[in-house]
């Protein structure tokens, strides 16, 4: 990889996470996918040669286990989904260069042509390891065949990874009280053989690697628990029929981890891009092959610091380990590039709570379009709701009001207004010149758009648009051109001509993120070709002379639809949580739930999410009650290393006059909010309907961090 500044002159490949082969896709899912597609969409623009590659998981117990369940041939079952997802990607406007899968040819070659080379350069090794085995069926149990209990954390978790804990990946044997999937019985662990890469030999290099990675903080900072301390070796065979062979004929009855042939994809697909292309458009050895052709005489360790090309990934949190450590090893022993960057996304939550498809709350994608909605209204909502790296919530009600308020009533009602006036008193664009004012305010929004693609800030690639219409309703708003048309004719067509090109910077701007938008605004400027061909500096060229009258570029959703969805989410949920309750009750009459009590969640977070919240031991030192507010106190929280102002609603439950010197503990990272007119910074935490407030044991320093 190199570190100068996008663009660079080397290709750049952007990919992101594969999905498994085995079942719909849903929010959560598009989420990345979008993402990807946009950002790669956006490096384009500001001049990258970019391909935008995947391809569906086929392999792996999780294809193997549902297509056992339908009683059908794995590769059958994987292949309908994975027409599915060729087909789907695109009515979100995820358009991949390539979109392929890991039982293509090109993937199990290149798969076994890696392994190959780590076995040449001595990076693979023999061992003896504990296997779960189902005694019933007397075969063992890969990956996901097998059930247990975290070693690290001791959450549930499957044979290869703690997805409801801690998320490490856990090694054939690691898994504490395995049972299997197939029959449900108690397993035992046997000795068995398998092969393993030495992740060991490289982790010098891994940790020099992490040094340099560019993306997102979580995806940085996560590995370093691993490649710091005692780094295990990776097994990567497994015991079972369907992958990609192992090769060298002394495996004969294993195939390879799924985890080694499906990063594998990315480069396949790359290739199989080119294969289709031609080198000339696109050379998948320049962006993956340390010096491309030109530096073929050069020794590998020469090599690895020449200039290369840029391998992005988008991945989600959960397999950063597999990205940031896996990825890279397999990557240097084989003689390929390392990424310049990943980011890890964070999760996609449904009004409020975990996306859980074992209870049915998740919006399916197929959901979304039956309901008619356009894929680029979702596209804006799910890449600018939050950060990269953190959780997003979809709501029917928030998506409702975030595409009535920003896109129909900010981006679409300037643009409709400008294009509407000029295309009724002009025939088009006045015939002058762009304001200086104007001028700065769309060179400050390109700006704002590279910079957002040098430091792979979606979020801001998919708002700058929004933000551009916001400063033109201003501006129009403050001009009044209606009112100058008789008057100031010439200052009248000033500010349309502003408006005009204010309109065509934003048709530049939102590509990424709205194409078909972009597209239909760009045609409504009178443009012809597309606007995905057009660089950034068309933010600045003059639109044509001559267009007629627009139409509208968004419509507003009404509250009805919404509330339809709404409760056709909640009847779906009710309904899968009230057979969930029959089941447990059919199976055991003994378990209650204490009626005073919540029932526990049954969604759980994992501990990365448990690390994100800022847990502090605070002391009030001041306490008021807030006039005209039944409930709230204004509270004054040291926390030692700062001190907060909080609203806590316990007047009714606490004497305001003894609060002062009392130790709570104070959640330190809560977005602020306002309540009758006071900020509250951050959440005293309690107990139960007296509100109980928490506090420590012993006399724990003010600012510890609760953990």
């Not at 570190?3 to 498994?20: C, I, K, M, N, S």
């Not at 998740?362 to 804006?380: Q, S």
């Not at 009590?597 to 049954?602: A, M």
């Not at 507010?629 to 204004?634: F, G, P």
Request: proline share 5%.
């Amino acid at each position: 990889m190199s570190h100068e500044q996008l663009p660079t002159d080397r290709p750049a490949v952007v990919t992101v996470g594969l999905p498994y082969a085995n079942g719909d896709l849903h929010v959560g899912h598009l989420r990345g996918y979008v993402d990807g597609d946009l950002y790669a969409r956006a490096l384009r623009r500001i001049g990258q040669q970019t391909a935008f590659v995947c391809g569906s998981d086929m392999h792996g117990t999780p294809v193997a286990v549902n297509a056992a369940e339908r009683d059908v041939d794995p590769e059958a079952f994987a292949l309908e989904w994975h027409e599915q997802y060729r087909d789907r990607f695109p009515e979100f406007n995820v358009e991949f260069d390539y979109y392929g899968h890991t039982h293509e040819e090109t993937n199990i070659d290149l798969t076994q042509e890696f392994v190959r080379s780590w076995l040449d350069g001595g990076y693979i090794v023999e061992d003896e390891i504990e296997v779960a085995w189902d005694t019933e069926l007397d075969e063992p149990l890969p990956d996901r065949y097998v059930e247990g209990t975290c070693p690290y954390c001791g959450a549930e978790a499957r044979g290869d990874e703690c997805d409801e804990g801690c998320q490490r990946h856990l090694e054939p044997g690691e898994i504490e009280e395995p049972r299997s999937v197939r029959t449900g019985n108690p397993a035992e662990y046997r000795t068995r053989e398998h092969k393993f890469l030495r992740l060991s030999e490289f982790q010098e290099y891994l940790q020099s690697f992490i040094d340099r990675v560019e993306g997102t903080d979580n995806a940085r900072n996560q590995p370093r628990e691993w490649i710091e301390g005692e780094l295990q070796d990776l097994c990567i065979t497994r015991d079972m029929d369907w992958g990609v062979d192992y090769p060298n004929g002394d495996g004969e009855e294993l195939v390879l981890y799924v985890w080694v042939d499906a990063p594998i994809e990315y480069v396949a697909a790359t290739k199989q891009y080119t294969e289709r292309v031609g080198t000339d458009t696109y050379d998948w050895e320049a962006a993956w092959k340390p010096g491309g052709e030109s530096r073929h005489g050069m020794t590998f360790e020469e090599d690895w610091q020449a200039e290369s090309g840029e391998i992005i990934h988008i991945i989600g949190r959960d397999i950063i380990q597999h990205h940031c450590v896996f990825w890279p090893a397999m990557l240097r022993g084989a003689g390929y590039n390392e990424p310049r960057a990943v980011l890890a996304t964070g999760f996609v939550n449904i009004d409020g709570d975990a996306l859980s498809t074992s209870r049915n709350r998740a919006v399916w994608a197929r959901e979304y379009l039956d309901a008619g909605f356009h894929p680029d209204l979702f596209r804006y909502y799910i890449t600018t709701g939050s950060g990269l790296s953190n959780d997003v919530d979809f709501s029917w009600d928030r998506f409702a009001e975030r595409v009535n308020g920003e896109l129909v009533g900010n981006l679409g009602n300037f643009c409709y207004r400008a294009l509407l006036f000029a295309a009724r008193n002009y025939d088009g664009t006045p015939e002058t010149t762009v304001s200086d004012e104007i001028h700065g305010q769309i060179e400050d929004a390109v700006e704002s758009f590279e910079t957002a693609v040098q430091a792979y800030d979606v979020r801001t690639i998919g708002q700058v648009a929004v933000d551009l219409a916001d400063v033109g309703n201003e501006y129009i708003q403050r001009n009044e051109p209606w009112n100058l048309v008789g008057s100031e004719p010439d200052r009248a067509a000033q500010v349309i001509r502003d408006c005009i090109q204010l309109t065509r910077a934003c048709a530049v701007l939102m590509q990424p993120v709205m194409p078909e938008k972009a597209q239909r605004l760009w045609e409504q400027l009178g443009e012809s070709g597309s606007v995905a061909e057009a660089g950034l500096d068309a933010a600045h060229s003059p639109p044509p002379e001559t267009f007629g009258e627009p139409t509208e570029l968004f419509e507003q959703v009404e509250s009805d639809t919404v509330e339809a969805l709404t409760e056709q989410l909640r009847e779906r949920v009710t309904a899968t949580g009230d057979e969930e309750r029959d089941a447990d009750s059919a199976e055991s009459d003994e378990e209650t739930v204490t009626a005073d009590l919540d029932p526990v969640e049954t969604d759980r977070i994992g501990f990365e999410q448990f690390q994100e919240l800022d847990m502090r031991v605070g002391e009030i030192r001041e306490a008021e009650p807030i006039e005209g507010a039944d409930d709230l106190v204004r509270l004054e929280v040291d926390i030692g290393v700062d001190r907060r102002q909080v609203v806590a609603g316990i007047k009714q439950l606490h004497d305001t006059d003894t609060l002062p010197g009392t130790r709570v503990v104070l959640l330190a990272n809560m977005e602020r909010a306002e309540l009758f007119g006071y900020e509250s910074d951050g959440m005293v935490l309690a107990a139960g309907e007296e509100a109980d407030l928490l506090t420590t044991h012993a006399d724990a320093p003010l600012g510890s961090r609760i953990r």
